[in-house]
């Protein structure tokens, strides 16, 4: 059974700073690179950035360099560490494996995060 539940998320101002973390179960976290997806309001969910088991990660343009994926493989926990934070970056967020978002059938409840003065 496939398990994912985020939290960490909130209101932030401009330029802040929060840090996601998701709790995946065994069975997928400890064989797949594993990701953090954002959904805006009125857009298609999007993958920002990923991690391999061994630790080699990717981040799309817009976050590099501002946010850093991590893992805890002893934990089966995944976190994101959000900074610089931008009114753009207003979504909720998601962890799950590293593939396209309409491959996957199972999604945890996200966590709101909202960039905002």
């Known amino acids: 059974q496939v398990q994912l539940a985020e939290s960490g998320g909130g209101l932030v101002q401009p330029g802040g700073s929060l840090r996601l973390s998701c709790a995946a179960s065994?069975?997928?976290?400890?064989?797949?690179?594993m990701a953090w997806f954002r959904q805006a309001p009125g857009k298609q969910r999007e993958m920002i950035a990923s991690i391999s088991t061994g630790g080699t990660t990717y981040y799309q343009d817009s976050v590099k360099g501002r946010f850093a994926i991590s893992r805890d493989n002893a934990k089966n926990t995944v976190y994101l560490q959000m900074n610089s934070l931008k009114p753009e970056d207003t979504a909720v967020y998601y962890c799950?494996?590293?593939?396209?978002?309409?491959?996957?059938?199972?999604w945890g409840q996200g966590t709101q995060v909202t960039v905002s003065s």
């Open positions: 065994k069975n997928i976290f400890e064989f797949y690179t």
């Open positions: 799950n494996r590293a593939t396209s978002p309409g491959r996957l059938t199972y």
